[in-house]
Each structure stands twice: as C-alpha cells, then as structure tokens.
C-alpha cells in the first residue's frame, strides 16, 4: 500500500502568533484586523452561515478548521494551510464549516496589492505563463514555507507600530514575488498584465462598482473594457459566472444589506438608495438572492454580529 500522506501542520510560529494576536484584542470570536491596510484575522467557534458578498483579490488562508466558497454552481472547500487565491473582484457565498467551542476555526484574509504585484511581474526575468483556458479566477492551493514565513512577519509587525510603514510593504513584495512564481503564477499575472481578458473586465467591474446606483449599458462597459458588446458579454460571464446585469444587481442588494446593518436604514430607503424604482421589487430579489426577506435577514445578521462580539 501506498504511503499515507504526512498530516498537515501549521508552523507553530505562525499559529502563535495569530492566537496572540487574537488574546491581545480580548480573545473570543470574530474579525481581528491588524494596523496594516487589508489584513485580518478571523475567529469562529460555530459554523458560519453562507454569507454573499463580493470578495476582493485577496489571500484567504485557514490555520484551524474548514472553509467553504460558492459561486456560479460551483463549490471549493479549503483547510488547514490551505489557501484561497482571488484574483479579481467576484460575488461569491463563503462559509465556516469547520469550527467548534473546542476545535475553533483560525484564518487570516490579506488583501493583494494590484499595483505592487505589477511592479513585481515588472523585475521578474520570466513572465508566467498563463493557462489557457478561462474561467473564473479563483483557486485552492498549499501554503508554502515561503508564504507562511510572511504571514508571520505580517502579524508580528503589529506589535510594533512604527515598523509598519517601512517594513510592511516590503512583506507584502515578498508575498507578490512567491505568488507570481508559484503554481499558480500565470493565473495571478492575468490581473495586472495589460489588456488581457481579466484585466479588461476588471475595469468594467470597477466602473460597475463606483456607479452601482446607476443604469449602466452594456455598450458603455464594453467600451471601458475595451471590447465588443458580445465579446464582453462573453468574456464576463466566462470569468464572473454572471451576466453583467446580474452582477450589478448583486452590487446592489449588497450594499443595501450594508446600509440596513451598518447605516440602519429601512427596506425602503436601501432600496432607492441603491438604484430600485420599487421597494417591492428590491424585497422579491433580495429574497431570491439572500434566501429570506431583508427584516429578517438584517435581524439575523445583527443577532449574529451581537453575538460574535460577545462572545
């Protein structure tokens, strides 16, 4: 019989760090977010309902427990030194699977910094060679001894604030070097090469961000993108597993879901705010979307939120 593979282990540097990190915020559960841009820590000792929401390129690493993404049908599960690599802005459902009183669930999220991993696609000798197929950016992979080194670095430096404007981005060059000449390195330089299919709907999606509230033609993002009606229509729903109307509509009953938790606002005023002509029509979708209608979503979440801070 074939060997079994050796368990995994999460370096023990790291892990107490992250734990220290977490006691030194008051311990317990929830998002415990470090004084450099774009980097946190995550607690949970239950299961975390799916939740939608549009996640950023970024790094999403499990030290403890079992995570869970969705989106367009499709499902990824990642685990301990595991992580999830997203490469360009996408609605997708994430979730805690793994996560007990005793056995709680342990992450971090480092967001990318898209311009600091251009300079440093910029300097490589080789660049990356791409996959061929396309479909959406997001991917599963190990940890490596590299990688993990930096996280390292990243949650020590909190301890010292004054190191942090000099030293965290040269951490966060590192971690854009390791990720560019890793595995996955072709799939990451489709974001910041120019004019590739990802880098060019990255650019609609962005106008579609900062204009959510607004009706926008698919003419004017195929011209943003810098392509065809079709051809971008296409080339989104590819890279999304969305139309661009359905992206949209996304954007928009997630930031009316921010207003109701975050703002307090009412169905109403979320619903104008975020570009519906009808309250009724805001409440069918959002139903659709988020599985109940938005009073009792909001008051689930609140709950939940009240709760995780408690605890």
């Known amino acids: 019989m074939p060997p079994s593979p050796p368990e995994t282990c999460v370096p023990a540097a790291l892990l107490d760090s992250v734990r220290a990190h977490v006691d030194a915020l008051g311990g317990g559960e929830g998002l415990f977010p470090l004084p450099m841009n774009g980097v946190n820590v995550?607690?949970?000792?239950?299961?975390?309902?799916?939740?939608p929401q549009l996640y950023k390129p970024s790094l999403c690493i499990v030290l403890e427990g079992l995570k869970q993404i969705e989106f367009g049908g499709q499902s990824l599960e990642y685990g301990v030194m595991e992580c999830l690599i997203v490469?360009?802005?996408?609605?997708?459902?994430?979730?805690?699977?793994?996560?007990?009183?005793?056995?709680?669930?342990?992450?971090?999220?480092?967001?990318?910094?898209?311009?600091?991993?251009?300079?440093?696609?910029?300097?490589?000798?080789?660049?990356p060679a791409p996959k061929g197929h396309e479909g959406p950016s997001l991917f599963v992979t190990r940890v490596g001894d590299h990688l993990a080194d930096c996280l390292v670095r990243l949650v020590r430096m909190a301890q010292t604030p004054q190191a942090i404007p000099i030293l965290f981005p040269s951490v966060m060059r590192e971690i854009s070097y390791w990720l560019l000449t890793g595995p996955h390195g072709g799939e990451i330089c489709k974001l910041v090469m120019p004019e590739t299919h990802l880098e060019r709907i990255t650019r609609a999606i962005r106008l579609m961000r900062e204009n959510f509230a607004q009706t926008l033609r698919i003419e004017q993002l195929a011209d943003v993108a810098r392509m065809s009606p079709s051809s971008f229509h296409q080339h989104f729903k590819a890279l999304t597993l969305m139309t661009p109307v359905q992206f949209q509509k996304q954007l928009r009953l997630l930031e009316a879901r921010r207003l109701m938790i975050a703002d307090a606002a009412n169905v109403t005023e979320a619903a104008y705010q975020v570009g519906y002509e009808s309250a009724s029509q805001f409440s069918r979708e959002y139903s659709r979307a988020f599985g109940m209608a938005p009073k009792r979503d909001v008051m689930e979440r609140k709950a939940l939120l009240v709760e995780v801070g408690a605890a």
Not at 42 to 51: C, G, L
């Open 87 to 127: 490469n360009m802005e996408i609605a997708a459902t994430g979730s805690i699977v793994g996560a007990s009183p005793q056995e709680p669930f342990l992450g971090m999220i480092v967001e990318l910094d898209i311009d600091l991993l251009r300079s440093v696609l910029e300097q490589l000798p080789n660049t």
């Open 42 to 51: 995550i607690r949970a000792m239950r299961h975390v309902p799916a939740n």
